[in-house]
């Protein structure tokens, strides 16, 4: 971005998410969306409705474990460690339940990832109160765990009957 001389840039809006994020973010959704709608449309290019539903699967617990990372990152910058050892611990625990839910049998795998992606949104709003998080974080993680979150249920629902 060029600016003319003597201008200084306008400011974002501290509410507003920037673009790069938001964009990054809508795009992870597509393989949510794309696994889940295709389970019931199965045979695809080869793949079963349970090959399918095994990606979905994987691709939530991945997912979850970036989720614990984000707060893991976000407490690592903190000054005061003391004040943040509790982030730590959460941060742990999306990675433990994504990789627990891979253990479970048929739907329920999808049901449990997507019931926990569906809480950490909230849970993640909480960072801003914190003072761990900038304004805009909780509105995208609204956005993208509900969006994630609804594609592994429907992966779920679909999945149930394959």
Do not use: C, K
């Not at 920037?18 to 992870?28: K, M």
């Not at 903190?78 to 611990?89: E, I, M, P, S, W």
């Not at 849970?123 to 993680?141: K, Q, V």
């Not at 765990?145 to 992966?155: E, N, P, T």
Request: without cysteine.
């Amino acid at each position: 971005m060029s600016l003319a001389p003597g201008t200084a840039p306008v400011p974002q809006s501290q509410a507003s998410i920037p673009s790069a994020p938001l964009i990054l973010g809508l795009s992870g959704l597509l393989p949510f969306w794309a696994l889940a709608l295709g389970i019931p449309f199965t045979p695809i290019a080869g793949y079963s409705a349970a090959t399918l539903a095994t990606a979905l699967a994987g691709y939530g617990a991945v997912i979850l474990s970036f989720l614990g990372g984000i707060r893991w990152g976000l407490a690592t910058r903190q000054t005061d460690q003391r004040d943040v050892a509790f982030q730590y611990l959460i941060a742990v625990v999306p990675s433990l339940v994504g990789w627990a839910a891979l253990g479970l049998n048929g739907p329920w795998r999808l049901l449990v990832l997507g019931l926990v992606i569906l809480a950490l949104g909230p849970i993640d709003r909480r960072l801003i109160a914190e003072g761990l998080a900038p304004p805009w974080y909780g509105s995208l993680r609204i956005i993208l765990s509900f969006g994630a979150g609804l594609a592994l249920l429907l992966g779920a629902w679909v999945s149930r009957a394959s």
